[in-house]
């Protein structure tokens, strides 16, 4: 009897293994917290449990081998999870490896090394990135001017730019907040930074970062940036050997013919641009639509693109979301006009009826870049000094789901396929 019961018990033990080998983390409407999902994908990640990343199956869903300490965790952080047998991991597997189905499979099993540049002053709600991360409780570093110039930036695999302004022109805050103490101090950090770092001007240590930069996407290092950072990264380049500044920023008069000395095979992402020459202004060139752009608020949405999962891997993972239209938000650089874009730039979500790209990525060497416009995605018009967006009334954010996928992407790239 005892042998008996012994040999039922290592059956049922055995049963329940067949029927309960895999989790499924879904990404569609099912999902409770959507946010959440992709820190715990990449805490699952961090304990080398490989995770599989089902584009456009159920949102963009994760499967993975059966795991109780990730189901643990999806419990305790408010994230949907299935248990599934292994019979239906493999259908669904099966079915997603149809040809006439527009899915994939790609597995991951490295959590990538993440930095944020920002100044070590800044707080996480400052930046819709740091925000998201720290809610989906991704871990990451900060780093600064310094840390890129002393070498470090080598340690990361994935770099977003904080709302930063590459020009050395300070936000262009100076007409409305030149007396306010927070600009004077960020002033006076920056220039002593430049000062302690062999550089004349601030112009001139930012676009010794931006290169540096530009050579970390060159050896496979993969960039993200929103807002300012999107438009002043280029501008910057493109001005390496031109004066754009106003006295008021660097204490002498700017080239007053910067147009025509601008080196557009210097940039990234835009091209054929006009700097705004005003001082002043504050805008910084017209790659940004934010000053002519006629869309309404309650008519602001931007749509993303449909790629083939199988043969374009790359803007597919980055644009995986429970809904194709997102609803739009504003930012000092909030969309950028179509007609400066370079011919291989991609564009991955579009106003069109405006003709304005919110949403862009492209290839560098071995490396590669996602530009976002905007500034919050759940804060419309984002003003100096508005209290930061509290996620949890939130969690579901389609808009904030792009930057995730960008975080979770060197960890699954796949090289483009040509077609």
């Known amino acids: 009897m005892k042998r008996i019961f012994s040999l039922l018990i290592l059956l049922f033990i055995l049963a329940a293994k067949v029927h309960a080998a895999f989790l499924l983390i879904p990404m569609d409407d099912q999902q409770k917290n959507h946010l959440k999902a992709y820190g715990v994908v990449y805490w699952a990640l961090q304990q080398d449990v490989e995770v599989k990343w089902l584009l456009n199956y159920r949102g963009g869903s994760f499967l993975m081998p059966s795991n109780r300490n990730v189901h643990d965790e999806c419990l305790i952080r408010g994230v949907s999870v299935e248990t599934i047998p292994d ?26 090394k993440i930095a944020v540049y920002s100044p070590p002053n800044k707080q996480p ?18 780093i600064y001017d310094q840390e890129i110039l002393d070498g470090k930036l080598k340690n990361y695999d ?3 730019l904080h709302h930063e302004d590459f020009t050395g022109e300070f936000g262009k805050f100076y007409r409305n907040y030149h007396n306010m103490p927070w600009y004077q101090e960020e002033v006076r950090v920056n220039r002593e930074m430049a000062q302690k770092n062999g550089f004349q001007k601030v112009s001139k240590l930012k676009l010794k970062v931006a290169e540096i930069i530009k050579n970390f996407v060159k050896n496979g290092g993969f960039l993200f940036a929103m807002c300012a950072a999107t438009d002043t990264y280029d501008i910057a380049l493109a001005a390496h050997n031109t004066d754009i500044c106003g006295p008021m920023y660097d204490g002498d008069p700017e080239d007053p013919d910067m147009d025509s000395k601008l080196d557009f095979g210097n940039t990234l992402a835009f091209q054929n641009f006009h700097i705004v020459k005003d001082p002043y202004a504050y805008e910084f060139s017209d790659i940004d639509v934010t ?10 949405y931007f749509t993303l693109f449909d790629y083939s999962a ?6 597919t993972m980055l644009t995986q979301d429970h809904t194709r239209i997102i ?9 950028f ?19 304005e790209a919110r949403y862009i990525h492209g290839d560098y060497g ?48 796949k090289k483009k396929h040509k077609t």
């Open 366 to 413: 071995k490396g590669f870049f996602s530009f976002y416009g905007g500034h919050d995605p759940e804060d419309y018009r984002h003003l100096v000094g508005d209290p930061p967006t509290d996620l949890s009334l939130h969690p579901n954010s389609p808009g904030y789901r792009l930057i995730l996928n960008n975080v979770l992407f060197p960890a699954a790239r």
């Open 125 to 142: 709600w400052d930046d819709a990135v740091t925000l998201v991360l720290s809610y989906a409780e991704i871990p990451y570093d900060v």
């Open 291 to 300: 000053e002519t752009r006629k869309v309404k608020p309650e008519d602001d």
């Open 337 to 355: 006009n179509e007609d400066k874009l370079k011919a291989n730039i991609l564009i991955m979500g579009e106003n069109k009826a405006a003709h």
């Open 87 to 112: 019979a239906k991991a493999s259908s669904i597997l099966q079915y997603i490896a149809r040809e006439d189905v527009n899915m994939d499979a790609v597995a991951m099993q490295k959590a990538p």
């Open 310 to 315: 199988k043969w374009d891997p790359v803007p």
């Open 327 to 335: 609803r739009g938000f504003m930012g000092q650089t909030t969309a």
């Open 158 to 160: 994935w770099l977003h």
